[in-house]
Each structure stands twice: as structure tokens, then as C-alpha cells.
């Protein structure tokens, strides 16, 4: 019989599920602290805890890992991570380090992707399967231990969860994950340090926003619903005015601001009406843009806009009190950038 990872249990229900093994409840914080800290990969390392503990515990839960298969690094720094996981499915990570310091993890929540979106590579994977609490949380964990191995420790300073697949599809592992990734115990990161991107799945966004504060990233992409169905079929259940009205009420009870990631795709979605158009839509919210040039990638005819029409949708935006930032497209070579993940 196959025994249950110990990281996919529920932050919540660990002392619990500790406590029904006999073990005092505070074994809870000394195995997050073994599993996420110091990236433990057998009980035996658990040298706090008794032997009779460890030993329960090894008779109950195993401790899985993710298996690095394959680094690919591109020549602005950007490092990609390619994961088989326990069923030979595959995932990727990207490690992103920027001028000012900050280093950026983008981790993956599904093998795969339902959501069809036609600028994306994953897309075209169509959906395998979701990712397991403790498949999120191992691209950290092998991410880290990757770089203390290869003597180039960057301590990540953000998390992004806007890898592979719908984070909002995938929720209670994903909620999980990030109850884990903010635990003092384990990761520690503050909320602001941490983003989670949606195709704009409004209920689920609704309830996450609630229950895990932090910082939301809607894939808007398109300013008329007639263009976002064809770019992204999520559109025709959650089009752009039900989202726009979510927004909005998050914007007033939140701290964070909306973040709008907008995937700039030449003749399509990047005209001087669209541009007028986003202005009108984000009235009332406290929202942050980035431009995303769309990223090429084998088997897409889209296009990319000219830099002379990113720089004026810049500076308009701008002018209108929206903040904008242009995302570079970081790892392009290796088919690292946003929408190239593919395994």
C-alpha cells in the first residue's frame, strides 16, 4: 500500500493527524520545520524527534520528492527546472533574477492546462492532472536545494504561481500550497511577496481572494469579449464585465491592487481602441498593468507587437494614472518565458 506524502496534509490538519498517532501536537512544527527549512528527505533526519516517533511516522507517511531531470539556463540568468514527478509526468519551474535583487519563482500547478487559451504552449499539452499540495511545494524545496548543490544560492524573494496550468482549478491544493509557502515555520514569505495568476475564474477568485490574502493576477488579455473568446474560451463562462465587477470589489477590501496581465499580440489585441478601451475598464480599480509581448513558440502563428506600440500603450497608460510596466521576456531561448511552458 502506497503511504500519503506527508507534504500534500493540510497545514491545519497536521497536528491533528500527528496527535492521532500518538505524537504530541507540537511534532507538527518540528517536521514543517525539517520538511521546508531544511529540506529533510527521510524521517531519520528528524533527530528532535524520538526514535519511536520517527519511526511511526515512517510506518504512516513517506516523504516524496520531485526528480530533477533536466536545467536549461538562458543568458540573461533566467533558469528553467524540468520535474518528473512519481508517475513519470512531467512539470517545469522558472527562477528568475532581476537587477534590483529580487529573484522570482514561477512554479506550476497542473500537468498541462484545460483552459485552451491560443497564445499559450501549455495549451496545447491539453490537461493531464493536477499537481498535489506537496508536487507545488517540491519545486520550491528542490528549486532551493538545487542551488545550495550548485554553490549559487539566490535566496528566492518572490513566488508566482503562473507556470503551467489554472491555479484556481486546481483549489485545495493550491490553497495548500500557499497556506505552507506563508507559514512562519516553513517558507515564511509575506503576502505581498506572493502572487496567484487566474484566467479569471471569478467564483473561485472570489472565494480564494477571502480566504488566502494574497496578491491576485488576472490573464486579461482582451478588452471586447468577441476577442478574448477566441483567445481565451474561459471568457464565454466568466466574460470581461464579471470580472471587471469582481475586481472592483477586491480592490475596495483589499491592501493588494488587481494585477492585469495583458499578452500583447500584433493585429489582434494591441490596436489604439483596445488601448482607449482597458483605460475605461479598469475605472475604479486600484489595478497595476503589465504589457507582455506575446512569446513565440513551435506550432503558433501569432505575432508579437512592434516595441513602437508597447512604448505607446506605456506611456498612455501611464499618462492616465495606471501604473504599467512592460514585461521583459526573460529565458525566451529556452522556452522559458510566459506562455512557453510546455515539459
Not at 527562477?95 to 512554479?107: N, S, Y
Not at 515564511?188 to 480566504?211: C, D, H, I, M, Y
Not at 495583458?262 to 504589457?291: C, P, Q, W
Amino acid at each position: 500500500m502506497k503511504l500519503q506524502s506527508i507534504t500534500d496534509v493540510p497545514v491545519e490538519r497536521l497536528a491533528s493527524s500527528m496527535a492521532a498517532l500518538g505524537l504530541k501536537q507540537y511534532a507538527a512544527s518540528q517536521i514543517i520545520a525539517w520538511l521546508y527549512k531544511k529540506r529533510a528527505t527521510s524521517f531519520e533526519d528528524m533527530t528532535n524527534l524520538s526514535k519511536g516517533a520517527r519511526k511511526i511516522l515512517k510506518e504512516n507517511y513517506s516523504i516524496s520528492r520531485l526528480k530533477l531531470q533536466k536545467t536549461l539556463c538562458a543568458g540573461d540568468g533566467t533558469t528553467k527546472y524540468l520535474f518528473s514527478l512519481h508517475d513519470g509526468k512531467k512539470v517545469e519551474s522558472v527562477l528568475i533574477p532581476a537587477l534590483d535583487g529580487r529573484v522570482t519563482l514561477c512554479i506550476s500547478t497542473q500537468v498541462g492546462c484545460a483552459m485552451g487559451c491560443t497564445f499559450c504552449r501549455t495549451a496545447k499539452m491539453g490537461f493531464v492532472r493536477d499537481l498535489t499540495q506537496g508536487e507545488i511545494l517540491g519545486q520550491i524545496i528542490e528549486v532551493q536545494r538545487e542551488q545550495l548543490t550548485a554553490g549559487e544560492m539566490r535566496p528566492v524573494t518572490n513566488i508566482v504561481l503562473m507556470g503551467m496550468g489554472e491555479p484556481l482549478v486546481n483549489y485545495d491544493a493550491v490553497a495548500g500550497a500557499v497556506k505552507m509557502i506563508l507559514d512562519e515555520r516553513a517558507f515564511n514569505f509575506s503576502k505581498r511577496r506572493v502572487t496567484v495568476s487566474t484566467s479569471g475564474l471569478v467564483s473561485q477568485a472570489e472565494k480564494f481572494s477571502r480566504e488566502l490574502d494574497v496578491k491576485l493576477a488576472i490573464s486579461l488579455n482582451a478588452t471586447t469579449d468577441e476577442v478574448r473568446n477566441k483567445l481565451m474560451p474561459v471568457n464565454r463562462r466568466f466574460p470581461i464585465g464579471e470580472i471587471m465587477k469582481f475586481c472592483r470589489s477586491y480592490s475596495k477590501r483589499s491592501k493588494h491592487h488587481v494585477t492585469f496581465e495583458y499578452v500583447m499580440i500584433k493585429g489582434l489585441n494591441d490596436t489604439e481602441d483596445d488601448m482607449k478601451r482597458l483605460v475605461k475598464l479598469l475605472s475604479g480599480i486600484r489595478a497595476k498593468v503589465n504589457l507582455i509581448p506575446f512569446n513565440p513558440f513551435p506550432g503558433s502563428d501569432l505575432k508579437g507587437p512592434l516595441e513602437s506600440t508597447l512604448n505607446k500603450w506605456q506611456n498612455y497608460l501611464t499618462d492616465k494614472g495606471i501604473h504599467t510596466n512592460i514585461r521583459q521576456s526573460r529565458g525566451q531561448e529556452i522556452l522559458a518565458a510566459c506562455g512557453q511552458l510546455a515539459a
